[in-house]
C-alpha cells in the first residue's frame, strides 16, 4: 500500500470521527511536504494560497480504514486456522536452520571488459572453463578461462550470430556440456553446439520476446517463458536414443497458457518427474507443473492466503535440498517458501527492486547463503538461517542482468549494463 494512500486513510478516518483540528493539520503538514525543496527550504507563498483542494490524496469512502482493519483480522484469523487443520506449522526447517559456515563467493576474481561493445544480458560458466555471455549486439561469445594461475586470464574461442534480435536468456544443458540454449528478444528458441554453432533444434518461436529459458536436471526437459504469456516446454522424445548430441530429438510436448506475462522458470530438481515453476506477472500463485501429467499446482505466495496481488515473482530457484522455492520480488525483498504447503518460512530484505526491475538470485551449492541482486547494482548475500545480510560485493557501475553460480568451479559470474562479466569466488584459506 503506497504512502498517499495510507494518509488518505488517515485523513478520512479522521473527518470521520469529527476530529476536525487534527484532520486540518495533517492537511498542513501534507501542504508543506508537497511543495518542501530538495534543500528543505519551503515555498511560503504557495503554501499561503494552497488549500484542501490541493492536498491530492485519494479520496476514502467513510469508514474505508475500519473496513481494511476489520478485513485484515479476519484474514488474519481463517489464515491461523487454516494452518491449525493443515498442520502447517510442523513443517520441518531444519535444513534452513544450520548457522552459516562464513565461506562465500566474495572475492573478486576477474572482471572482463572487452567481451561486447554493448549491455550483456546474460551469461554462464560451463564445468569445462568455457564462458558464454550474450548481449544487445545479438552475439553469443564464447570465451575460455584459465582459473589456474594467480590471475584469471580469458581466451576468445568463437561467435555465433544466429538469433534476429538481441539476446536475453541462455541455459546450458546439464547433461550435454556443448549443448546451449539462448532466446531472443524476437522469439527465437535454438539450442546450438557451442563450439561452432550448429543448430541442432530450433524451437517454436514465441510471439514475443523471450525472457527465460530453463533445464530440467535430467536433461529430459527444457522450457522457455516469453511475454506472450506462454510457457513451451519441450520433452525429449528419443528416450533410448544416442549419447551423441547428434542423436538428440526433442518435442514440444505442451504449450502453456497464463492470464499474464510469464517472468520466471525453474525446475526442481527431481530426476523422475522433474516439476515446472512459473512465476506471473500480476498473479499472487506459483504455478507448479507437473513435466508428465501437465497437472498444475498453485501455491498461493500471500501469507494470509488471499487473493490481492502485491508483488511480482520476477525470479524463481528451488533450494539445494529440493524442498523449498525461493521468490525474488519487485518489492524490495526475497521470499522462501515451503514447496508442498506454500508457507513462507524465510524473508529476506535489503535488496532494491521496484515494478523496472529485473532481480536474479542464486543459492550457494551448500544451501547456507542466498546470492541476490539489487538496483544499486551490488550483490547482496544472505545468511539462510538468520535472514541476515553478511555481505555485500560492489563492482558493477551498472544494473546487473544476470548472475549464475559455476558449482564445478566454485565461482559466482555476473554480468550487466557495464559491459562486463565479472567472477567471484570463495577467500583462499
Known sequence: MDRERVTGLVLGYLRDCGFDLAASALETEVI????????????????????????????????????????????????????????????????????????????????FGDLHESNILASLLRPDGLLLSAAVDKLVKVSH????????????????????????????????????????????????????????????????????????????????????????????????GADEPDGLSFVLARKLSFKGAVESLAFSRCEETPL??????????????????????????????????SFNLLELSFSPDGNFILASTD????????VQSGTQVRTFYGADSDCFSSPRHCWDPSGLYVYGTSQRAEIVVWEVATQKIVATLKGHRSTIRDLKFCDQHAVLVSCGFDKTVRLWSYPQL
Open 331 to 338: 518489492k524490495d525483498k526475497l521470499i522462501l517458501y515451503d
Open 145 to 240: 578461462v584459465n582459473l589456474s594461475g594467480d590471475e584469471a586470464t580469458l581466451t576468445p574461442v568463437s561467435q555465433h550470430n544466429l538469433h534476429n534480435a538481441p539476446v536475453i536468456a541462455l541455459a546450458a544443458s546439464p547433461h550435454y556440456p556443448d549443448l546451449i540454449l539462448s532466446g531472443c528478444m524476437g522469439g527465437q528458441v535454438l539450442l546450438c553446439d557451442v563450439r561452432d554453432g550448429a543448430v541442432k533444434f530450433t524451437g517454436e518461436a514465441h510471439s514475443k520476446y523471450v525472457v527465460r529459458l530453463a533445464w530440467s536436471a535430467c536433461g529430459r526437459f527444457f522450457a522457455s517463458g516469453s511475454y506472450d504469456r506462454a510457457v513451451h516446454l519441450y520433452r525429449r522424445c528419443d528416450e533410448d
Open 32 to 111: 508543506q511536504q508537497q511543495h518542501q525543496g530538495s534543500d528543505g527550504s519551503l515555498d511560503l507563498a504557495a503554501v499561503l494560497t494552497a488549500g484542501p483542494a490541493t492536498v491530492g490524496l485519494p479520496a476514502a469512502p467513510p469508514g474505508e480504514l475500519l473496513r481494511l482493519l476489520d478485513e485484515h483480522d479476519h484474514l488474519t484469523a481463517a489464515a491461523a486456522a487454516k494452518q491449525s487443520r493443515q498442520g502447517l506449522v510442523d513443517i520441518d526447517t531444519t535444513v534452513l536452520d544450520r548457522p552459516g559456515n562464513g565461506q562465500i563467493c566474495s572475492v573478486a576474481t576477474a572482471v
Open 276 to 309: 515446472l515453476a512459473v512465476g506471473i506477472r500480476d498473479s499472487n500463485h506459483i504455478h507448479l507443473v507437473n513435466t508428465t501429467t501437465f497437472d498444475q499446482q498453485r501455491l498461493n505466495v500471500n501469507a494470509l492466503g488471499d487473493d490481492h496481488v
